[in-house]
């Protein structure tokens, strides 16, 4: 599929440099990691922008001793950011690639083509003896989940073979219950968007790797500041760097952590057939939103804790959730399991014209999807994210229809509070 040994240089070589990293701290990690040291001959500070498409050479031989060759599988600029992300994750190995569903949808291709026998469309499957469904394989995903992630299983991943099942997976015997012999994933998001569920990722690794499938955490809500799920036994990492790790909002990006094994088959293989390449200006952009990550993290939790107390406590909010309240029903877990609880609070008013009304009065907070920006972004969810699903949808994937999702950003509280107390004053 791909040569090995010309690949695993740049791996290879990287690997005293990748030590010093490792001994960092999280907060030195997150300006060094993949930069310092960085191979430029004129000593920049800063990683350069490799603008570029090939990597051209005086002669063949040239060539082939070179690592770079096409910037759809490898380019230096999104070489230091893949090597910011692994270490930060402490993971062998990362990806950085064009969006987060991009991510998602390379990491579960690798993770499937490489445990399903043979991916037949579905009409020549019920043309042939095998297509039984107790032999077809499947996926299970938790009953609250990125709607985009849902959609590419359940109407796209379908059509090749792939079965999804839907369960509760704070229930970890729900969860064990539906994995069978043919389970060759779990999909842990957590804390889940939009319900801000918290899931418990060893638990769910532990029981997948008894059927010797896999389990892959999408870590977009928490970033590698608050959770490291490979730590807790997740096989691969995807974020949506669009979010928390870049956390500008000037560009979108994703990424698949784990294993060199793993990752070598997503880049050698999938990514450079499949296309979905980050440009090096985004990669470039979202090394320097991670140079704060820790600190910009710990500003959006603050914000988010005294944002949902002060949501508590009104009489117009019907209910708060948030991971770091003690109402939360995974607090605990979450308290466990995160270093801190994240910038995003979901809450409920009692009405859908109470919810119409509330949204428009906003001043500072901007209406908008996406989450994760210096900008508060506050989103109508079931007529926002949830548009794209029917209504008996929205009903399996527990989404309310007077909830809104609210990520706070880096404003200071009093002023977030502020515009939210005077638009419920209003309704
Ligand atoms: C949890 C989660 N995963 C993945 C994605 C997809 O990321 P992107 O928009 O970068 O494709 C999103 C987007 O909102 C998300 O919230």
Not at 147 to 156: Q, S
Not at 218 to 242: C, H, I, M, R, Y
């Amino acid at each position: 599929m791909f040569d090995d040994k010309r690949k695993e240089t740049l791996d290879e070589k990287n690997k005293e440099i990748r030590k010093k990293w490792d001994k960092l701290h999280f907060d030195s990690q997150q300006g060094r990691a993949g930069e310092d040291p960085y191979p430029t001959a004129v000593g920049s500070l800063r990683t350069p922008l490799y603008a570029t498409k090939s990597y051209a050479y005086s002669s063949l031989t040239e060539l082939l001793k070179n690592h770079y060759n096409y910037s759809r599988t490898e380019n230096p600029t999104l070489y230091a950011l893949d090597q910011k992300l692994a270490t930060l994750h402490g993971g062998e190995a990362a990806v950085s690639v064009a969006s987060g569903m991009a991510a998602v949808h390379l990491a579960c291709s690798s993770i499937l083509q490489q445990r399903v026998e043979r991916i037949r469309p579905k009409k020549i499957r019920a043309l042939l003896p095998q297509s039984n469904p107790e032999t077809v394989p499947n996926v299970i995903i938790h009953n609250n989940q990125y709607t985009g992630v849902y959609r590419l299983l359940t109407k796209i991943y379908s059509q090749f073979g792939v079965m999804t099942k839907i369960v509760d997976m704070r229930n970890l015997i729900e969860l064990s219950d539906a994995i069978d012999e043919n389970t060759k994933l779990v999909f842990v998001e957590t804390p889940s968007n939009p319900n801000l569920d918290v899931l418990d990722i060893q638990g769910c690794a532990d029981l997948i790797h008894e059927v010797d499938g896999k389990c892959i955490v999408d870590n977009t809500f928490a970033s590698p500041a608050l959770q490291k799920p490979l730590n807790l036994g997740a096989d691969l990492v995807v974020e949506s760097l669009t979010k928390f790790v870049n956390g500008h909002g000037d560009t979108l990006g994703g990424v698949i952590i784990g294993q060199k094994n793993e990752l070598q088959n997503i880049r050698y293989f999938w990514l450079e057939t499949q296309g979905a390449v980050m440009h090096p200006f985004s990669a470039w952009l979202i090394l320097r939103g991670c140079r704060t990550l820790s600190l910009r993290m710990d500003r959006h939790c603050s914000n988010a804790m005294k944002t949902a107390e002060f949501l508590e406590a009104h009489p117009k909010v019907a209910k708060v959730i948030y991971p770091g309240l003690k109402s939360h029903p995974n607090h605990a877990l979450a308290k466990k399991q995160m270093k801190g609880f994240g910038g995003m609070i979901g809450f409920e008013l009692e009405t859908i014209e109470k919810c119409y009304k509330f949204i428009d009065l906003l001043k500072l907070i901007k209406v908008g999807v996406s989450l994760g920006d210096t900008t508060s972004l506050i989103e109508y969810t079931s007529v926002m994210t949830g548009i794209d699903l029917a209504s008996w949808e929205k009903r399996r994937m527990n989404m309310s229809d007077t909830h809104f999702r609210f990520s706070l950003g880096l404003e200071d509280p009093d002023d977030i509070i502020k515009d939210l107390d005077q638009a419920l004053d209003q309704i």
